[in-house]
Nanobody, 115 residues
Framework: DVQLQASGGGSVQAGGSLTLSCITS????????IGWFRQAPGKERERLAC????????HYADSVKGRFTISRDNAKATVTLQMNSLKLEDTAVYYC????????WGQGTQVTVSS
């Protein structure tokens, strides 16, 4: 079974930083289009940063470009999201998944940014 276990969330003041990690299993991680997504209350899930298995690049949403950095460790089947200069609007539950995503999303990790 596919498992996606995100962690590292918490409460932080605006302008602060957090590092999220996601441990994965149950699929071929190497070369996968793994990425990070988030969902804020009352909003649709948003893709933030994702590796591409078509052009080999990394794609960032405009909302996080220049502030968030995705990285991966193929040996450990983990993906990390370094988040800097956090804003109030970054408050959401964060998930990792592939793109297109597996049906399972895991529980995600809550990030709360306060003023």
């Amino acid at each position: 079974d596919v498992q996606l276990q995100a962690s590292g969330g918490g409460s932080v003041q605006a302008g602060g930083s957090l590092t999220l990690s996601c441990i994965t299993s149950g699929f071929s991680f190497n070369g996968s289009a793994i990425g990070w997504f988030r969902q804020a209350p009352g909003k649709e899930r948003e893709r933030l940063a994702c590796y591409s298995n078509t052009d080999g690049g990394i794609h960032y949403a405009d909302s996080v470009k220049g502030r968030f950095t995705i990285s991966r460790d193929n040996a450990k089947a983990t993906v990390t999201l370094q988040m800097n200069s956090l804003k109030l609007e970054d408050t959401a539950v964060y998930y990792c998944n592939t793109d297109p995503p597996f049906q399972t999303w895991g529980q995600g990790t809550q990030v709360t940014v306060s003023s």
